[in-house]
């Protein structure tokens, strides 16, 4: 199924990055990014919403849909991509996995210090003093399409409660951005996984990859702006390919290999 070259340069990678998108997470039922707008928010670009000015014109809608989606990813479980690339961190001592998402099903399928560029729906912080704020335990019970909701009060200061993303218009968190730019420009292998490769800075990890030399690897189900540079577009379901790859690659059973941990 896969090129003698390709498989090759599995084999032989040393320090591999893995970057993923909302595409990663689409086999586990979590709408892409732009597919996220269902219901109450059908009619919004996702680039409006997730943007402070959005939240503060309209905090109810904008909390409403975290809450919504926040319940999608804790009813979901990982896929066999999120499975496939856990088991990959254990073949490549030195791989570090990069993603856009804000869900925790990398986390959940097994990967550990996973750099998360765009925060965590699972982090909301005070708007006013930024500190951490608890959410109550347990699946929020959000009707079908969502609702508005207004964001609870901070219980140190009393100032309203938001996502803990970055939205459109801010910038990324400083630390995991540095650490995300060292291991493109490092790494020999670099894999693009479910994204459009439309949103920056995010994009130009896997540029600076390839300036570097690296061998970019892009697994994708429709063509993105990615494919001018990539040595090898897999087109197809990351759920699908990721497993087979592994399988041709390691002689690897993802899934049965998941099972016995
Ligand atoms: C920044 C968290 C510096 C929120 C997200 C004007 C003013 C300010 C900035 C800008 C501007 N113009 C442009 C910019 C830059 C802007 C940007 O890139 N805009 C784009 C839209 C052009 N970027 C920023 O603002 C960034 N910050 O630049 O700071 C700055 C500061 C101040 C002023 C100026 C500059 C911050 C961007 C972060 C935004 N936050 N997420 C939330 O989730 O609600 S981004 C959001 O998009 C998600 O993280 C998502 O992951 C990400 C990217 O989308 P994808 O992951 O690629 O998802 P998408 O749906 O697009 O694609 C999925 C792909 O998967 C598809 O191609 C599909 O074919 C494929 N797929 C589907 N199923 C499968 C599959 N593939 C494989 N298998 C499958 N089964
Ligand atoms: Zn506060």
């Known amino acids: 199924m896969f090129s003698d070259t390709l498989l090759e340069a599995l084999?032989?990678?040393?320090?591999?990055?893995?970057?993923?998108g909302a595409g990663v997470s689409a086999e586990s039922q979590i709408a892409t990014f732009?597919?996220?707008?269902?219901?109450?928010?059908?009619?919004?670009?996702?680039?409006?919403?997730?943007?402070?000015?959005?939240?503060?014109?309209?905090?109810?809608?904008?909390?409403?849909?975290?809450?919504?989606?926040?319940?999608?990813?804790l009813l979901a479980q990982p896929n066999p991509a999120h499975l496939a690339i856990a088991q990959m961190t254990m073949r490549y001592p030195a791989l570090t996995l990069i993603t856009q998402n804000v869900d925790d099903l990398h986390e959940r399928a097994g990967s550990t210090s996973v750099i998360h560029l765009h925060g965590s729906l699972h982090r909301p912080h005070c708007l006013a003093c930024r500190r951490p704020h608890a959410l109550p335990s347990g699946i929020p019970d959000e009707p079908e399409g969502g609702r508005r909701l207004a964001p609870p009060r901070c219980l140190h200061c009393g100032g309203p409660i938001r996502p803990g993303v970055v939205w459109f218009g801010?910038?990324?968190?400083?630390?995991?951005?540095?650490?995300?730019?060292?291991?493109?420009k490092d790494c020999d292998l670099f894999f693009s996984i479910g994204t459009s490769s439309l949103v920056h800075p995010v994009a130009t990890l896997a540029l600076e990859a390839a300036k570097h030399r690296a061998c970019?690897?892009?697994?994708?189900?429709?063509?993105?702006?990615?494919?001018?540079?990539?040595?090898?577009?897999?087109?197809?379901?990351?759920?699908?390919?990721?497993?087979?790859?592994?399988r041709e690659a390691f002689g690897l059973d993802v899934c049965a290999e998941n099972e016995t941990q």
């Open 11 to 20: 084999r032989t990678a040393q320090k591999v990055v893995v970057f993923t």
């Open 34 to 73: 732009r597919d996220a707008l269902v219901g109450l928010w059908a009619n919004f670009n996702p680039e409006k919403l997730a943007t402070l000015r959005g939240y503060k014109q309209d905090p109810a809608l904008v909390w409403g849909w975290y809450e919504w989606r926040r319940m999608q990813v």
């Open 170 to 184: 801010e910038n990324l968190p400083k630390a995991e951005w540095r650490a995300a730019n060292k291991a493109a």
């Open 216 to 246: 970019i690897v892009q697994i994708n189900t429709q063509p993105t702006e990615l494919d001018r540079v990539a040595h090898y577009n897999l087109v197809g379901k990351a759920g699908e390919i990721l497993p087979a790859l592994c």
